[in-house]
């Protein structure tokens, strides 16, 4: 009978060492210090029945590797119970901070206003400013040192002499949200004359997509593409702001499906001063064409020709 309470509990104590992972790879070493059995255990878990060098059971020991989180993954342990290295963890510590950055980046950019945006980056032509200085003035009430809407639709065509079309007058007024200001003084008179005049000088095609563009229908993808300038800038720490690398944008550009042959068209019209950095100015030029070509990938994601 009392052989037969032995069993029973060899048997039960196996169960329990099965059942909790003991003598398992999940387990952890084992390790004999003269008394028993040491074990690397997870906080809550039962040690195991052993028996002592005088072949006597007792209860093992699970050596204390509890405590907060980070000080169990410094061990090498997570949570669960599984192996990390060192390596890991700073990786895993790394991801979290990128991913933190990035959403509070992404939350900023939100709230750009892209006309105090290109004020703060653009730089005029010299050449062009006391152009630009006395088509602010026909229009500004002299006891006045800023113009409203309506006086800046007459200052544009005198900018441009009466060759900018209201289409293109609406795309300005749009991808600058113009509609949200009350008045202008001249320095910000001054970025949107500038954004006028490249509009103006497009060549023809850029030009039919800006005069087709319905842009009350489109502000969502305007606005997206300005918030991608934006976060192309804000990840660049080796350039001023205000401007953002070829390289960088062509890499966006493909992986929106464009060729080769066309990320180049684009990215050579974006950088005018050929030294591989676009600035925001320019890039406002040609948003219609990236709206355009991004419809046309998702129109046909399998043409690959992108003749359009």
């Not at 500038?194 to 030009?207: D, F, Q």
């Not at 229908?217 to 918030?227: P, S, T």
């Amino acid at each position: 009978m009392k052989g037969d309470k032995l069993n029973d509990l060899d048997r039960e104590d196996s169960r329990h060492n099965r059942s909790s992972g003991i003598g398992s790879s999940r387990s952890g070493e084992q390790r004999y210090d003269g008394d028993g059995y040491d074990y690397d255990g997870l906080p809550g878990q039962v040690p195991p029945i052993v028996r002592d060098r005088e072949g006597k059971k007792r209860r093992g020991r699970y050596r204390d590797v509890t405590g907060d989180s980070d000080a169990r993954m410094e061990d090498g342990i997570d949570n669960d119970g599984s192996r990390w290295t060192r390596g890991n963890l700073r990786k895993m510590r790394q991801e979290k901070a990128d991913a933190s950055a990035l959403r509070c980046t992404l939350k900023d950019l939100k709230d750009i206003d892209p006309l105090d945006y290109l004020a703060k980056y653009c730089i005029i032509n010299p050449e062009r400013l006391p152009h630009y200085e006395r088509s602010y003035l026909n229009v500004a009430r002299a006891t006045e040192d800023s113009i409203n809407m309506e006086q800046l639709d007459f200052a544009l065509k005198a900018v441009n002499y009466d060759l900018i079309t209201d289409s293109e007058m609406d795309y300005i007024d749009h991808i600058l949200e113009l509609r949200g200001r009350r008045s202008l003084n001249f320095k910000l008179f001054c970025c949107v004359a500038a954004l006028s005049e490249r509009v103006v000088g497009l060549e023809p095609m850029v030009k039919n997509l800006i005069n087709q563009l319905n842009c009350s229908a489109m502000d969502y993808k305007l606005k997206k593409c300005k918030e991608l300038f934006y976060l192309l800038e804000a990840q660049d720490t080796d350039n001023d702001g205000g401007v953002v690398t070829a390289s960088s944008l062509g890499i966006e550009l493909h992986a929106g499906g464009l060729t080769k042959e066309h990320e180049v068209y684009v990215v050579e019209h974006l950088d005018k001063q050929k030294n591989g950095l676009i600035e925001f100015l320019d890039y406002l030029v040609y948003v219609p064409l990236f709206v355009e070509i991004h419809d046309s990938i998702c129109g046909n994601p399998l043409e690959f020709s992108r003749t359009k």
